[in-house]
Each structure stands twice: as structure tokens, then as C-alpha cells.
């Protein structure tokens, strides 16, 4: 059974940071490309970050560009976030997903096989 479970989200004030963690099982996580997306009250899920299996190649959205750090350790079947300078419009339920295509741009940006999510709330 194909699993993704994140973990990490949590208060933090504007300014502060925060490391997500999505912990894979059940499928052959090398083969995959991994995406974080996130969902605001009232808006559309968005697609924030993904990272390539084999050679890492990384996409950012724009609204986090400069800020947040993908990941991943394929030996630890787990892909991270790292999020810096979190400003209140970070706010969200940020969600890992396995992307059925390679990791390229904003069009590549479409989940698979979904998290449950974890919440990140950003003070301000």
C-alpha cells in the first residue's frame, strides 16, 4: 500500500522556520518524483516545490523562490521541505504528493498518490 505521510507543520512566527518531512512506503520511491503543494482556506491547492528522482533537478513557484529548499534521500525514503523567512500568506495545509511525470516546471506539477497534509500556520 502506497503511503506518504508528512510531518513538521506546526505555529511559527513571521520570519521563523519550519522543516517538513513526507516519509514514503510502499512503492519504490527512487522512481518517483516528489511535489509539495498547499492549500489556503478558501483557495486553490497550489503547487509549491518538486524535486526530480535521479538527478535532482528542483522546481519552485515563484511565491517561494529564494525561501524554501527542497529534498530528498532516497535511502531514507523521505523528501523534505525546508521553509525560511515564513511569511503569514505561507499559511496552509501543505501536502507531499508522488508526481506521475519528471519534475520540470509548473506543468509537471500534478499529484499522484497524496499525504494527508499537515498544517502551517504563520503568525504575524
Known amino acids: 500500500e502506497v503511503q506518504l505521510v508528512e510531518s513538521g507543520g506546526g505555529l511559527v512566527q513571521a520570519g521563523g522556520s519550519l522543516r517538513l518531512s513526507c516519509a514514503a512506503s510502499?512503492?519504490?520511491?527512487?522512481?518517483?518524483?516528489i511535489g509539495w503543494f498547499r492549500q489556503a482556506p478558501g483557495k486553490e491547492r497550489e503547487g509549491v516545490s518538486c524535486i526530480s528522482s535521479l538527478d535532482g533537478r528542483t522546481y519552485y513557484a515563484d511565491s517561494v523562490k529564494g525561501r524554501f529548499t527542497i529534498s530528498r534521500d532516497n535511502a531514507k525514503m523521505t523528501a523534505y521541505l525546508q521553509m525560511n523567512n515564513l511569511k503569514p500568506e505561507d499559511t496552509a495545509v501543505y501536502y507531499c504528493?508522488?508526481?506521475?511525470?519528471?519534475?520540470?516546471?509548473?506543468?509537471?506539477?500534478?499529484?499522484?498518490?497524496w499525504g494527508l497534509g499537515t498544517q502551517v500556520t504563520v503568525s504575524s
Open positions: 504528493a508522488t508526481l506521475p511525470v519528471y519534475c520540470s516546471g509548473p506543468g509537471s506539477m500534478m499529484g499522484d498518490y
Open positions: 510502499g512503492f519504490t520511491f527512487d522512481d518517483y518524483a
